[in-house]
């Protein structure tokens, strides 16, 4: 399995601001995936983030809200815009071959918005 | 849109009881069921997976059971331990498509 962190671990910020999450692999990876987990929720795929190409959303997520860059097989952010209280949440990122098949989560980024 | 039913939401069980957790899945061609351990302030943590092609599959006291037929898996603990103490979810997939998971189920293994 692969080694997933993210940065940062946590952050508190003020509403209308804008925070971005890293998410690094330690080994190259095809499929690189951004969900969202509410507080006591499962967890909801945001976006499919691709090496080369733009990350494809889920419906209910746009890019102008959470842009995604994917520059590498190994690196993606996720920046979570003009942010209100209702995008607390814990942000994760998670790594496979494919789609549909095998995946390894990073340990989340918890962000709380003021 | 496909869905996964997952159940109990909350499960409270004597340290060295078994726990079962059982899913629901929707989509009849999803071939590949994993589960996660989530631990508070964690990420969640694939511990045991089993792939259509089997009825069955174990890893020391955790065990995955798959039923095609009926379209449900379960995931067993035995011998449970306060450490087994997080929140277990279900999910289905198959490849190519985005892997659906369930509502999740907060396990508590009382000492």
């Known amino acids: 399995s692969a080694v997933i962190s993210q940065k940062p671990s946590r952050d508190i910020c003020q509403r209308g601001t804008s925070l971005t999450i890293q998410c690094q692999v330690d080994?190259?990876?095809?499929?690189m995936f951004w969900y969202r987990q509410q507080p006591g929720q499962s967890l909801t795929l945001i976006a499919t983030?691709?090496?080369?190409?733009?990350?494809?959303?889920e419906s209910g997520f746009v890019i102008d809200k959470f842009p995604i860059s994917r520059p590498n097989l190994t690196f993606s952010t996720l920046t979570v815009s003009n942010m209100s209280p209702e995008d607390s949440s814990i942000y994760l990122c998670s790594v496979g071959h494919s789609e549909g098949d095998t995946q390894y989560f990073g340990p989340g980024t918890r962000l709380t918005v003021l | 849109g496909e869905n996964v039913e997952q159940h109990p939401s909350t499960l409270s069980v004597q340290e060295g009881d078994s726990a079962v957790i059982k899913c629901t899945y929707s989509?009849?061609?999803?071939?590949?069921f994993p589960w996660y351990k989530q631990e508070l302030g964690k990420g969640p943590q694939l511990i045991i997976d089993?792939?259509?092609?089997?009825g069955e599959k174990k890893d020391q006291r955790i065990a995955v059971t798959l039923n095609k037929t009926a379209k449900h898996f379960s995931l067993h603990i035995t011998e449970t331990q306060p450490e087994d103490s997080a929140v277990y979810f279900c999910?289905?997939?198959?490849?190519?498509?985005?892997?659906?998971f369930g509502a999740g189920t907060r396990l508590f293994v009382k000492a």
């Open positions: 989509d009849s061609a999803s071939n590949y």
């Open positions: 999910a289905a997939s198959r490849v190519g498509f985005k892997t659906i």
């Open positions: 983030a691709n090496q080369g190409s733009e990350a494809t959303y």
């Open positions: 089993i792939r259509s092609n089997v």
């Open positions: 080994s190259q990876v095809t499929m």
